[in-house]
């Protein structure tokens, strides 16, 4: 039975490592060893005492790295280095997993050994009209990443073929290594929701600084020669497409949100 690592990077994650190493302690994994590795990326709050704690009540299945700030690449990369399994989950300190995920997982890797890594869905999400197991190519992933990080259960070996995580970029350097797996191998997606997922939009300013680095992404296999002219050009405008929409929703939900202040306000409940 493969060794199964599961890689959490965490930095000032405090308030919800507890609960994300629960969720991955919880898991039904069949018979196969399980280790946790827990890499803290130069905390400064109490994340270290944390995990050190779970490392003095687990030592048989948790370690704990500790390195400078470098981000969540590279602190992943430190744990992917580091982990003796086959196949390497991950999960971020503010995430958690459901009952049932890896095995779930492990079931599809039985159904389908040419695939390079599993994830799920998220959040009570399903894919509409979808079937329970979907195949995704390169090309799929292009139009839509369809991959959360917290969500992958994939191979040492096409992790390792891929180059790992591209530990200069901040942004969009999961989805460049998705995409590097899949065009060698295709990946599964379970259309079943194991994953809790704290979503983090941040500010407007955030949001550009994503879209950039997704345009990035595409500029990297376009250089590659593993997207045509014409197909870096759909994708740039399509991009676009999908930021502006964003946007225009996030003011949306802006101006309802503050009339909706305007209208609760004491002042306004006084008759004049």
Known sequence: M???????????????????????????????????????????????????????????????????????????????????????????????????????????????????????????????????IVVLTFKDLLWSNKVYTSSVLAKKSALLTAGGFNSQRRLSEDYELWLSISAIQPIALINAPYLVYQKNSGTSSRLWAMERAELE???????????????????????LAKFARRCALRHARAMSCAACKIILSPSCLIPH
């Open 217 to 239: 992404t595409y500029s990297i296999f376009y250089k590659k020669g593993l997207i045509s002219s014409s197909t870096y050009t759909l994708l740039r405008y399509w991009s």
């Open 2 to 132: 493969p060794t199964i690592s599961v890689v959490i990077p965490a930095y000032n994650a405090a308030s919800t490592l507890s609960k994300a190493i629960e969720s991955v302690l919880n898991q039904d994994i069949q018979g196969n060893p399980l280790e946790l590795i827990i890499v803290d990326d130069g905390s400064t709050d109490r994340t270290h005492e944390i995990a050190a704690r779970y490392v003095s009540t687990h030592p048989h299945c948790i370690r704990l790295i500790t390195q400078q700030n470098q981000g969540p690449a590279a602190a992943r990369n430190a744990g992917i280095a580091a982990a003796a399994g086959k196949l390497i989950a991950f999960l971020d300190a503010d995430d958690q997993w459901l009952p049932g995920k890896i095995a779930a997982q492990l079931s599809v890797f039985t159904q389908l050994p040419e695939i390079a890594l599993v994830c799920t869905t998220m959040n009570n999400r399903r894919l509409w009209g979808k079937p329970n």
